[in-house]
């Protein structure tokens, strides 16, 4: 019997332990486990520590630091509004947002790291003409957003609404993810790439790096911008470059929503930092910042509040968010037994970590899966294809 979660594992170590015995290994050091991640961010680190929660021994392959890539270049809005959001993805967007302080709860209360969510809410200005409400939106007008913000430009005078939104710090996020893993025991290999998924007899045996072969029946593939480089399943993911900058504001009362206009966003931290972005660029794996396209971001969020033209430029930077061609995230089973993805989430990444972890768990120990997750399912680009 392979029910439950228990049953799940020992199935799939019997699967695997036969699969094994007609595979010869040279020279390498196996390891085994009963899931490795591939990809060490946010989405990869959520989902270590809900297979945990499971009982599962569960590995994190990173190429570089755990948390450095697009988690780590992340603003940390927690959008979740019909303007911004995919049709398809607003039942996860919102059950992930509602999901948020517990998140962040359970994993301040274990790591001990301070994670920054900020409930003030958000200050939306559309390009629409002034007094009409951007649609889709379930949000206040507010016939003065200066009441709300008062170093907002007098000048500013389009349609505006407030949104009951939070915003987190990614980093400071990451960081407790990361400590949380570490104390259930989740192991990590940093800095060795991983090479290839294995197969033997057409399943997942295990993921084998540079230096070190790992080994265990389920491999999720959590690399985000990197995802479709490892095979044998391709994914249609590319790098997307989003560059952005952060700010010493003048006080730390200077702003206390976040604030999005058409043309930038502003992002406050508990610490008096504002963060200001972000361009959308087709730039390959270049992370290198313009520092034309810097200032230009600058001026913008100057013209929303012009007391940042005093403000100290503490540092910039790029970020590669993982894009697919629809914009939605690639979840669930590929065809190769054992093999399971979880990447493609773009600039939601950070708001859709805490639902991605819940549903990925249910689907890998085959539990009951609390929401349809079809339409993410990665052969919907093999149905286009053919």
């Not at 939601?348 to 079809?374: F, H, R």
């Amino acid at each position: 019997m392979c029910g439950g979660l228990a049953g799940t594992l020992n199935c799939r170590r019997r699967a695997v332990n036969r699969v094994r015995s007609t595979a010869v290994f040279y020279n390498v050091v196996v390891k085994s486990y009963d899931v490795i991640i591939v990809g060490g961010g946010i989405i990869g680190l959520s989902l270590a520590i809900a297979l945990r929660k499971g009982g599962a021994r569960v590995l994190v392959v990173e190429k570089g630091e755990p948390g450095r890539e697009a988690s780590h270049a992340a603003a940390g809005m927690l959008v979740d509004c019909g303007v911004e959001t995919p049709a398809a993805l607003q039942t996860l967007a919102t059950a992930s947002a509602r999901m948020y302080r517990e998140f962040v709860h359970e994993l301040e209360n274990e790591s001990g790291v301070r994670v920054d969510l900020r409930s003030e809410g958000t200050i939306l200005f559309s390009s629409t003409r002034q007094g009409q409400r951007p649609a889709d939106v379930a949000g206040d007008a507010l016939q003065n957003p200066r009441k709300l913000e008062p170093a907002l430009a007098p000048t500013r005078n389009d349609a505006a609404i407030y949104l009951k939104e939070r915003s987190v710090d990614p980093r400071a996020l990451v960081k407790a993810a990361l400590k949380t893993a570490k104390h259930r025991e989740v192991d990590f290999s940093s800095g060795d790439p991983a090479a290839s998924v294995d197969l033997a007899d057409g399943r997942v045996i295990g993921v084998s790096a540079a230096k070190t072969s790992f080994s265990a029946p389920i491999v999720v593939n959590c690399a985000g911008a990197w995802s479709g480089q490892l095979g044998p399943a391709r994914f249609p993911t590319r790098p997307v470059r989003g560059q952005m900058l952060a700010v010493a504001a003048p006080s730390r009362t200077l702003l206390r929503h976040v604030v999005r206009a058409p043309e930038i966003y502003l992002v406050p931290r508990s610490d008096g930092r504002i963060l200001i972005g972000a361009t959308v660029e087709e730039a390959g794996f270049d992370k290198r910042t313009d520092p034309d396209t810097i200032h230009r971001l600058h001026q913008a969020a100057v013209g929303l509040i012009p007391e940042l033209a005093q403000a100290r430029i503490l540092e910039d930077w790029a970020g590669l968010r993982p894009g697919t061609p629809d914009d939605l995230p690639i979840l669930g089973a590929t065809s190769v037994a054992g093999y399971y993805v979880a990447t493609g989430h773009f600039r939601d990444g950070i708001l859709l970590a805490p639902v991605t972890a819940q549903l990925m768990a249910q689907v890998v120990m085959g539990g009951k899966i609390d929401y349809d997750i079809s339409a993410f399912s990665v052969a919907r680009f093999a149905t286009r294809a053919a």
